[in-house]
């Protein structure tokens, strides 16, 4: 973890609660675990949304190749957007 050993943590933990004191250090740590227990849950989102639309693109692209259609699988506003954003 962090490349921390047990006698770092420690270290760490008694600043924490010489600084915060023994009442509000759960407070502390119940706030930092909810932190923590978002991003893990944010993460998750935007990573099974990303392997949702490769997913697609994938389908997409391989639908193309055994219909034989050449063009790429871009909608024409993005494909305007392109074009306008070259020039």
């Known amino acids: 973890m962090f490349g921390l050993g047990w006698q770092e943590l420690l270290i760490i933990l008694i600043i924490a609660l010489i600084i915060f004191g023994p009442r509000k250090l759960p407070e502390i740590g119940k706030s930092l675990g909810q932190a923590i227990n978002d ?45 306008s954003d070259s020039k």
């Open 39 to 83: 991003f893990r849950q944010s993460t998750k989102k935007a990573t099974d949304e990303a392997k949702r639309e490769l997913k697609d693109i994938e389908s997409s692209i391989s639908s193309n190749i055994t219909t034989g259609e050449e063009r790429p699988a871009v909608s024409p506003d993005t494909d305007n957007a392109l074009k």
